[in-house]
């Protein structure tokens, strides 16, 4: 069963969808540092769409849907921004302490793996994958 | 989130309480750097920081380098839980000068 909850492009809204993540996985067997960095992850993922997708832009929308399988949790998040490209989300490595990159690296660091779902219509569905411990 | 900002010895320190993300990190970047540009030393108190992330940390990475340009003392104390692992992983622990204390900083310098 997965989790889902949609939430606005404002940034205080960060908050509310921190707290979801962490309600979201409790029942996964994970440490609290884990949770601790997927919340981070999500957080990245989350603002780098309010500021890149929706230009801060408080009209937009996300969803985070969140579910599990045996070994790992799926954190997905769904924007109706214009369309990015894997090369967007490529992270590179002399960014992780420089203002820009960082959150990108962070995303990369907290997911074994990162990825665009390809769907049918308007938005990206970016994929967050992380194995239980 | 909230900021005090209290004299210490030769420090302004600015001490963080709850959440430090998109929606507040340039306030407390304004906030520093004014300090600075006032030629304070500075005091960065975690000890009540619950969040912080990669935009709070490039604010504060901004404000270090403003304090460099200022010749000013740029620190950061108590880092504990997620805002300590959030700066082991960009690793800027190893470009930030962080102390356990206030006081150890006071005493060190």
Not at chain 1, 23 to 44: M, Q, T, Y
Not at chain 2, 31 to 42: G, Q, T
Not at chain 2, 47 to 57: A, C, H, K, R, V
Request: glycine content about 4%; proline content about 2%.
């Amino acid at each position: 069963m997965a989790n889902k909850k949609v939430f606005s492009s404002c940034t205080s809204e960060l908050k509310n969808i921190r707290e979801f993540v962490i309600d979201s996985c409790r029942d996964f067997p994970l440490s609290e540092a884990k949770v601790n960095e997927i919340v981070l992850g999500v957080d990245e993922a989350c603002a780098n769409v309010i500021r890149h997708g929706y230009h801060m832009s408080k009209k937009g929308c996300l969803e985070i849907v969140i579910s599990s399988d045996d070994d790992h949790a799926l954190f997905m998040i769904k924007d109706v921004c214009s369309k990015i490209t894997d090369k967007q989300l490529t992270p590179k490595q002399e960014n992780l302490c420089k203002p820009g990159g960082m959150g990108l690296c962070l995303i990369h660091y907290v997911a074994e793996k990162v990825r665009l779902i390809p769907h049918k219509g308007k938005g990206n569905w970016l994929e967050l994958t992380v194995k239980f411990e | 989130m909230n900021i005090e900002i209290e004299k210490y010895n030769n420090y302004q320190v600015v001490k963080l309480y709850g959440e430090v993300d998109l929606s507040n990190s340039r306030k407390i970047k304004l906030e520093i750097i004014k300090l600075i540009k006032s030629k304070n030393n500075i005091i960065v108190d975690f000890t009540d920081l619950q969040y912080i992330d990669s935009s709070g940390m490039a604010s504060l990475v901004e404000a270090f380098n403003e304090s460099k340009e200022n010749n000013t003392e740029f620190h950061i104390v108590d880092a504990n839980g997620s805002p300590l692992q959030v700066l082991q992983l960009t690793r800027l622990n190893t470009v930030f000068n962080l102390a356990d204390s206030i006081e150890t900083v006071s005493i060190n310098g």
